[in-house]
Protein backbone atom coordinates (compact mmCIF):
# COMPACT_ATOMS: atom_id res chain seq x y z
CA UNK A 1 0.00 0.00 0.00
CA UNK A 2 0.74 3.55 -0.94
CA UNK A 3 1.80 5.85 1.59
CA UNK A 4 2.72 9.61 2.09
CA UNK A 5 3.33 10.85 5.39
CA UNK A 6 4.43 14.25 5.74
CA UNK A 7 5.60 15.89 9.46
CA UNK A 8 7.12 18.91 10.42
CA UNK A 9 4.67 21.07 10.85
CA UNK A 10 3.46 23.61 13.81
CA UNK A 11 3.31 26.86 15.09
CA UNK A 12 5.63 29.67 14.32
CA UNK A 13 6.03 33.67 14.55
CA UNK A 14 5.48 35.54 11.01
CA UNK A 15 9.17 35.78 9.68
CA UNK A 16 9.79 32.47 10.65
CA UNK A 17 10.75 29.06 9.35
CA UNK A 18 9.83 25.50 9.10
CA UNK A 19 11.02 22.50 7.55
CA UNK A 20 7.80 20.41 6.18
CA UNK A 21 9.20 16.78 5.56
CA UNK A 22 7.00 13.84 3.18
CA UNK A 23 8.20 10.16 3.74
CA UNK A 24 6.94 8.34 0.69
CA UNK A 25 6.48 4.15 1.11
CA UNK A 26 4.64 1.43 -0.76
CA UNK A 27 7.11 1.72 -3.75
CA UNK A 28 9.66 3.25 -5.45
CA UNK A 29 8.96 7.06 -6.24
CA UNK A 30 12.42 8.10 -7.66
CA UNK A 31 10.76 8.32 -11.50
CA UNK A 32 7.72 10.39 -10.17
CA UNK A 33 7.36 14.28 -9.46
CA UNK A 34 6.99 15.07 -5.74
CA UNK A 35 4.72 18.33 -4.92
CA UNK A 36 3.44 20.43 -2.22
CA UNK A 37 -0.46 21.88 -1.87
CA UNK A 38 -2.24 23.54 0.67
CA UNK A 39 -5.76 24.45 1.94
CA UNK A 40 -6.17 27.37 4.07
CA UNK A 41 -9.46 27.16 5.69
CA UNK A 42 -12.60 28.14 3.58
CA UNK A 43 -10.56 28.46 0.63
CA UNK A 44 -9.49 25.91 -2.08
CA UNK A 45 -6.44 23.25 -2.12
CA UNK A 46 -3.92 25.48 -3.89
CA UNK A 47 -0.45 24.45 -5.75
CA UNK A 48 2.48 25.33 -3.96
CA UNK A 49 5.69 23.48 -5.40
CA UNK A 50 6.79 20.84 -7.22
CA UNK A 51 9.55 18.65 -8.40
CA UNK A 52 10.61 15.86 -10.71
CA UNK A 53 12.70 13.20 -10.00
CA UNK A 54 15.72 14.49 -11.16
CA UNK A 55 15.17 18.09 -10.11
CA UNK A 56 15.42 19.82 -13.76
CA UNK A 57 11.95 21.09 -13.59
CA UNK A 58 11.07 22.73 -10.59
CA UNK A 59 8.15 24.75 -9.88
CA UNK A 60 6.64 26.90 -7.18
CA UNK A 61 3.40 29.35 -7.03
CA UNK A 62 3.97 33.26 -7.42
CA UNK A 63 3.13 33.36 -3.65
CA UNK A 64 6.17 31.26 -2.06
CA UNK A 65 8.72 32.03 -5.06
CA UNK A 66 12.29 33.38 -3.38
CA UNK A 67 11.09 31.98 0.15
CA UNK A 68 10.00 28.17 0.04
CA UNK A 69 12.32 25.39 -1.44
CA UNK A 70 11.34 21.91 -2.32
CA UNK A 71 14.01 19.15 -2.31
CA UNK A 72 14.48 15.21 -2.26
CA UNK A 73 15.95 12.85 -1.18
CA UNK A 74 15.65 9.82 -3.85
CA UNK A 75 17.75 7.73 -1.94
CA UNK A 76 15.21 7.84 1.23
CA UNK A 77 11.74 8.36 -0.98
CA UNK A 78 11.55 11.83 0.93
CA UNK A 79 10.54 14.80 0.06
CA UNK A 80 11.08 18.31 1.86
CA UNK A 81 9.55 21.93 1.36
CA UNK A 82 11.72 24.56 3.34
CA UNK A 83 9.33 27.27 4.20
CA UNK A 84 11.26 30.73 5.36
CA UNK A 85 10.21 34.37 6.04
CA UNK A 86 7.15 32.78 6.76
CA UNK A 87 3.63 35.18 6.71
CA UNK A 88 0.51 34.49 8.38
CA UNK A 89 -1.29 33.64 5.06
CA UNK A 90 0.86 31.02 4.46
CA UNK A 91 -1.45 29.18 7.38
CA UNK A 92 -3.09 26.22 6.34
CA UNK A 93 -3.03 22.55 6.00
CA UNK A 94 0.10 21.40 3.78
CA UNK A 95 -0.33 17.95 1.63
CA UNK A 96 2.37 16.33 0.26
CA UNK A 97 1.84 14.41 -3.88
CA UNK A 98 3.08 12.64 -6.18
CA UNK A 99 2.32 11.01 -9.99
CA UNK A 100 4.47 10.16 -12.71
CA UNK A 101 6.09 12.85 -14.43
CA UNK A 102 3.61 12.73 -17.76
CA UNK A 103 1.00 12.47 -16.35
CA UNK A 104 -1.21 15.39 -15.51
CA UNK A 105 -3.41 14.33 -12.06
CA UNK A 106 -2.14 13.41 -9.10
CA UNK A 107 -1.90 9.94 -7.99
CA UNK A 108 -1.23 9.89 -4.28
CA UNK A 109 -1.55 11.97 -1.41
CA UNK A 110 -0.66 12.46 2.43
CA UNK A 111 -2.86 13.41 5.24
CA UNK A 112 -1.81 16.49 5.70
CA UNK A 113 -0.18 18.78 7.87
CA UNK A 114 -1.26 21.66 9.84
CA UNK A 115 1.06 25.17 9.49
CA UNK A 116 0.35 27.81 11.51
CA UNK A 117 1.87 31.51 11.11
CA UNK A 118 1.11 33.90 14.20
CA UNK A 119 1.30 37.83 13.62
Known amino acids: QVQLVESGGGLVQAGGSLRLSCAAS????????MGWFRQAPGKEREFVASRSWNGRNIYYADSVKGRFTISRDNTKNTVYLQMNSLKPEDTAVYYC????????????WGQGTQVTVSS
Open 97 to 108: AARPDEQLSWNY
Open 26 to 33: GRTFSSYR
